[in-house]
């Protein structure tokens, strides 16, 4: 897992395209594990928690993609969600949405708005 002080979460070269990372940032004062999922040169990031059970998504540290790499996959019962809206497609949390946080990518690393 990354962890920075400054707003800067991750550098995109730390991350393969197509691949996720964990990164460890204070929002609203409160240290919060989010999710990090590359595509090219853009970033999506999510709160690391399951809107079903409220329990990490992760499988191992910083590994939250499916098989194909195409949909996000919750570790405990497999629900999956897209990439880029976070929207529950498949599993108990049909309808409901991982938490976006609002970032911005600027020379090749991710800060949070």
């Known amino acids: 897992m990354f962890m920075f002080k400054s707003k ?3 550098q995109l070269d730390q991350i393969n395209d197509g691949d ?22 853009q970033a999506f990031v999510y ?11 992760d499988f191992e540290p910083g590994r939250f993609l499916n098989l194909e790499k195409d949909l996000i996959q919750c570790s405990v019962h497999g629900a999956l969600f897209t990439i880029d809206a976070g929207a529950c497609v498949q599993g108990p949390c049909i309808g409901k949405h ?16």
């Open 47 to 57: 709160i690391n928690v399951c809107p079903h059970i409220g329990a990490p998504l």
């Open 98 to 113: 991982l938490t976006p946080v609002a970032t911005h990518i600027k020379k090749g690393a991710v800060y949070l708005d």
């Open 20 to 41: 996720s990372a964990a990164v460890v940032a204070k929002i609203d004062g409160v240290k919060t594990s989010l999710i990090v999922v590359r595509q090219g040169q």
């Open 8 to 10: 800067a979460l991750i």
